[in-house]
């Protein structure tokens, strides 16, 4: 291990020893993507699944954290979902030499859900992200002086989940509402439990050092195999941890979406083994009760694998150690869209005649001649809330943006041009169109969308649960 206390390093990256199960610390991202899929659907099942909520832990972290904190703007939620690489108990097979350290954690996400329940966002913070540390608690009760450069990952070391609380909210001045801590005991249960996980591979791999050994093209994994895809750093990609983090952000989004449409969350006997797997191995702070559990999940209900997205925060090589990271100009503007949130539009009342973006079904067509362009403005249109599909290129080149509408989608239509900066009359469409359903077709003049009050802009690298496994593999 390396003496330095600001560089925490970890197993599967430091140990020589060829452990077949070291670096299971990563797996806290698998357990989180099911804790994040829980909070977003099946927690309305509370009546039946009580047994299940009993096993879940709890820590005071409101007393560890004072009034000090930033102000809560909207009605969003924030879950800090943390992985714990803990040796106790059970968790200590997966190395006895640790089980007398205190835990790490390379897996720090905050979860933010927002208003209204039409999207989530999962933000990922590399762990070796150099920071500016705040004063926290210790875990033995003193106090750990601040500092003005340290490894974001050594705040859960030193202080636990109320200092992560406190470092990441320093950084963003984003109020954390709630967290969701995991350890890695119900990794198999939890890939089993959902079916296996679908994930696709650029080309055959077999690397010794984490066992994985699998052909090119789509597999569906679980148990150690899927153990070793999560946690292989070398046998796949460039190697380097943000690599790996993208490709964990991929294998979560596949695990929810194929919880959400593969029946999991409507099968009860699925639905309770799949939370049994997550609960006994979940510690939240203690406002995060069965009954908060509840009512989020009955405000996230119906949110489909398409809002479900998945960034990095805005970061970048560290000008003081290439073999780190920083955070670049654009987290500040990151944050502020993520700290301004806005409350997603309500619904109509009967009668009105404005069509909110969730109700408008959109199919984008590329006039522009610029590749990939109708796939990028899909992406945004599905951030602000609408119901898009890619139609390929238009028949045509255009200059100018148009919005078409099929049969009975003229107020749709007036929806959609009302974030367009050029404001295109709609106009109806003769032949070729669909009922309900308005046709954009992007010219060389588009610009970005006007905000329709509620969602984050789509961020460089995201991924979405719903993305094709195999896209940038």
């Keep these: ?41 099946s927690l309305t099942a509370y009546g039946l699944y009580r047994k299940a909520f009993g096993n879940i832990s709890h820590e005071d972290v409101n007393a560890q954290l004072g009034p000090n904190r930033p102000k809560k703007l909207n009605n969003a939620m924030n879950i800090l979902l943390l992985g ?15 089980k007398n350290e205190a835990p790490r954690s390379d897996t720090m996400i905050l979860l933010h859900l927002s208003p209204g329940g039409g999207q989530a966002m999962g933000i990922s913070f590399p762990r070796d992200l ?3 540390m705040p ?23 030193n202080g636990g989940a109320a200092c992560v609380i406190k470092t990441i909210e320093s950084l963003s001045n984003i109020r954390i509402d709630h967290f969701m801590q995991v350890d890695f005991n119900g990794f198999k249960t939890i890939t089993k439990a959902v079916g296996g996980v679908p994930v696709c591979l650029s080309k055959s791999v077999n690397d010794p050092k984490s066992g994985l050994r699998l052909s090119k093209g789509k597999h569906v994994i679980s148990g150690e195999t899927a153990l070793a895809y999560v946690r292989v750093r070398h046998g796949l990609g460039d190697g380097s941890d943000t690599d790996r983090i993208k490709r964990q952000q991929k294998f ?61 925060v805005p970061s970048g090589p560290d000008p003081a150690d290439p073999n780190r990271v920083a955070l670049t100009d654009a987290a500040t503007p990151f944050f502020a869209a993520v700290r301004n949130d806005k409350t997603v539009p309500k619904e109509p009342k009967p ?27 899909a992406d945004d249109l599905e951030s602000q809330g609408f119901q898009v599909t890619v139609g390929g290129n238009a028949s045509a080149p255009t200059s100018a943006t148009k ?7 003229d107020q749709q239509a007036q929806t959609l041009t009302a974030l367009i900066p050029s404001k295109p009359q ?48």
């Design 252 to 312: 979560m989004g596949a695990l929810a979406s194929k919880a959400m449409s593969a029946g999991v969350l409507s099968n009860p006997r699925k639905l309770y083994s799949l939370m049994n797997a997550v609960t006994k191995s979940l510690t939240t702070d203690k406002e995060l009760t069965p009954q908060v559990m509840m009512d989020i999940g009955q405000e996230m209900q119906g949110m489909t694998s398409g809002k479900l997205r998945f960034v990095t």
């Design 403 to 409: 919005v078409l509408y099929g049969a009975g989608a």
């Design 130 to 132: 150099m920071i500016r």
């Design 426 to 473: 709609p106009t109806a469409r003769t032949s070729g169109g669909t009922p309900g359903v308005v046709d954009l077709v992007v010219g060389r003049n588009w610009t970005n969308l006007k905000s329709s009050g509620g969602g984050i802009p789509k961020q460089q690298g995201e991924i979405r649960a719903s993305d094709d496994i195999c896209k940038g593999t």
């Design 135 to 157: 004063s926290c608690k210790s875990r033995n009760g003193g106090v750990i002086p601040a500092q003005s450069r340290a490894q974001i990952n050594s705040a859960f070391t």
């Design 84 to 98: 714990s690489d803990t040796r106790a108990g059970a968790n200590a097979k997966y190395g006895r030499r640790l």
């Design 351 to 377: 009668g009105a005649s404005k069509i909110p973006p969730s109700q408008v079904r959109v199919r984008v067509f590329n006039g522009s001649g610029i590749d990939g362009q109708a796939g990028r403005v």
């Design 1 to 41: 291990m390396n003496s330095n206390p600001m560089y925490m390093e970890y197993v599967d990256d430091a140990d020589p020893q060829p452990a077949p199960r070291r670096g299971w610390r990563i797996l806290g991202w698998v357990c989180i993507g099911l804790s994040a899929v829980m909070v977003a659907g």
